[in-house]
């Protein structure tokens, strides 16, 4: 059994911790932790004086830069993360003192309000308001860092948090803080302690920094290596070519017969059909010829021999989106009418953000399976269309020419955000005109290594997906 102290007024026995009142009851009472046996707990009050500031009103008839002014200490005063109070930004009149509480250097200030317990420790004398607690008379017990660290643990904190659990308003008072249960370990051994956490700290404070470091590289890895392995792809590195595969040629073909028949079944215009050509000279420089014109062509990375680079226009139908006049634009679902989107839409999966209803006799439709890409704020949002829509300014539809694989294309316009954006202009918002969207370039491979990317990159965006969950 551990010996009784009249001093701390907290007992053990048979195991268990009782508490003796100033009236000579004794109560049961629950400790935090076990503490080793030379350590006393103890209730806040019996070795500390505990008090709440004041402030005089109104504080700013009060404020003063006259030399016999004296210190207003505010929590503006306090630095992010400090341990001392040095100076302070404003002072009152002295005649303010009889509305206030004067303390002095040495003192600690808890605050009681927002950011409830919190200590700072002060290097100045001054006045203190409502918002702070005092905290003086502890040097016979406590070593000043040992307090501070102490008011500053967990051990103080989850108390704290008990203390004021259901309360409206969440204040701390000097009662509240009053009957806090403090360890008390012999004056030498909190120095000893003390000497220990000095030397702790900064390993804590370094090792604090590396685990923010691993959080943040653990949060943006998985969208990295999205980008990533989409770089690879379209670069020709994410799966090997295949001699047997049809050569690209015979693609591009196929495509400038799809867009024949379409001018002749009266849906492409017959500027539509002109295109430009895109090839390697002998001096390993890419050109592009457009009518007469011939041009030096940079683009933007090698690309294998077996593959083409050509524009977006070449490839695919790109309409641009426009908005119709009000009367067209209905509240509901009404008869001939199908889902009418504006731009300014992050896409979800699949699915564009509904916004009304729009009549189909209006030209801006576009028919799924296409790819929809936002062209204003945000620049470069792209998603593929699960049903038929209508888009108004902001959208682009793009419509891959049969055969190109649409989730290829699909999948490279997800690699070109921040090139898109580089290009965007405007001073309201940023946006990509339809010039610069059809003049974009993009790399073909054969149709057989464009459905393997594909397959690929959806395996291993699979395994991303369960790296996250």
């Given at each position: ?25 004794v109560?049961?009472?629950d400790?935090p932790f ?18 709440r500031?004041?402030s005089?009103r109104?504080?700013r ?12 200490i ?5 630095n992010?993360?400090?341990k ?6 404003e ?17 600690f ?19 203190i ?18 307090l ?13 948090l008990?203390?004021?659990s259901g309360?409206?308003?969440k204040?701390?008072n ?5 009957s806090?249960?403090?360890?008390v370990?012999?004056?030498k ?7 220990a956490?000095?030397?702790g700290?900064?390993?804590?404070e370094?090792?604090?920094?590396l685990?923010d470091r691993?959080?943040?590289i ?18 020709g ?11 690209v040629?015979?693609?591009?073909e ?5 867009k024949?028949?379409?001018y ?43 593959w083409?680079?050509?524009t ?11 908005s119709?006049?009000?009367s ?5 679902m ?8 504006q731009?300014?839409s ?5 699915v ?8 189909t ?5 576009i ?19 699960s ?7 902001g959208?682009?539809g793009?419509?891959p ?15 070109q955000k ?7 202009t ?12 059809n003049?974009?370039?993009i ?9 393997r990317?594909v ?5 291993f ?6 790296l996250?969950?």
């Amino acid at each position: 059994m551990k010996l009784f102290s009249l001093f701390y007024l907290v007992f053990i026995v048979d195991n268990l911790h009782y508490e003796k009142f100033g009236d000579g009851t004794v109560k049961q009472v629950d400790i935090p932790f076990e503490i080793p046996e030379s350590w006393e707990w103890v209730r806040f009050s019996e070795v500390s004086t505990i008090v709440r500031g004041g402030s005089p009103r109104p504080i700013r008839e009060f404020i003063t830069e006259a030399d016999d002014g004296i210190n207003w200490i505010k929590i503006g005063d306090t630095n992010i993360g400090g341990k001392f109070i040095n100076s302070t930004k404003e002072k009152i009149k002295p005649t303010g003192l009889k509305k206030t509480r004067y303390v002095t250097k040495g003192t600690f200030l808890l605050t009681n309000s927002m950011s409830f317990g919190r200590p700072y420790i002060l290097n100045v004398d001054g006045a203190i308001h409502d918002g702070w607690l005092a905290i003086s008379n502890y040097e016979e017990v406590f070593s000043r860092d040992f307090l501070y660290y102490l008011l500053s643990s967990k051990v103080a904190y989850h108390q704290f948090l008990e203390l004021i659990s259901g309360a409206v308003v969440k204040n701390l008072n000097s009662d509240k803080v009053a009957s806090l249960l403090v360890p008390v370990p012999p004056k030498k051994e909190q120095e000893r302690i003390v000497s220990a956490v000095f030397i702790g700290l900064p390993k804590v404070e370094d090792y604090q920094k590396l685990h923010d470091r691993l959080e943040k590289i653990n949060k943006e890895f998985p969208e990295k290596l999205r980008k990533s392995i989409l770089q690879y792809a379209m670069q020709g590195k994410l799966v090997p070519q295949n001699p047997n595969d049809e050569p690209v040629e015979v693609l591009l073909e196929k495509i400038r017969q799809e867009k024949q028949k379409l001018y002749e079944e009266g849906k492409l215009k017959k500027k539509d059909l002109e295109e430009s050509i895109i090839y390697k000279g002998d001096d390993n420089s890419y050109y592009e010829k457009s009518g007469k014109f011939i041009n030096l062509l940079e683009v933007p990375f090698t690309i294998p021999n077996k593959w083409s680079w050509q524009t977006i226009t070449n490839v695919s139908a790109v309409q641009m989106g426009q908005s119709p006049k009000g009367s067209y634009v209905y509240d509901c679902m009404v008869d001939n009418s199908v889902e009418f989107h504006q731009g300014k839409s992050n896409f979800g999966i699949n699915v564009l953000e509904h916004s009304g209803k729009y009549t189909t006799h209006i030209t801006k439709f576009i028919s799924a399976p296409s790819i929809v890409m936002s062209v204003r704020a945000p620049v470069g949002d792209v998603n593929i269309l699960s049903h038929d829509i209508v888009i108004g300014r902001g959208i682009a539809g793009i419509t891959p020419y049969s055969p190109l694989y649409l989730k290829y294309e699909y999948l490279f316009l997800k690699t070109q955000k921040s090139v898109l954006e580089a290009h965007a202009t405007g001073s309201t918002f940023k946006a990509i005109s339809s010039q610069t969207l059809n003049d974009a370039l993009i790399p073909i491979p054969p149709i057989n290594e464009q459905i393997r990317i594909v397959s690929q990159v959806e395996k291993f965006y699979s395994c991303i997906v369960r790296l996250e969950s």
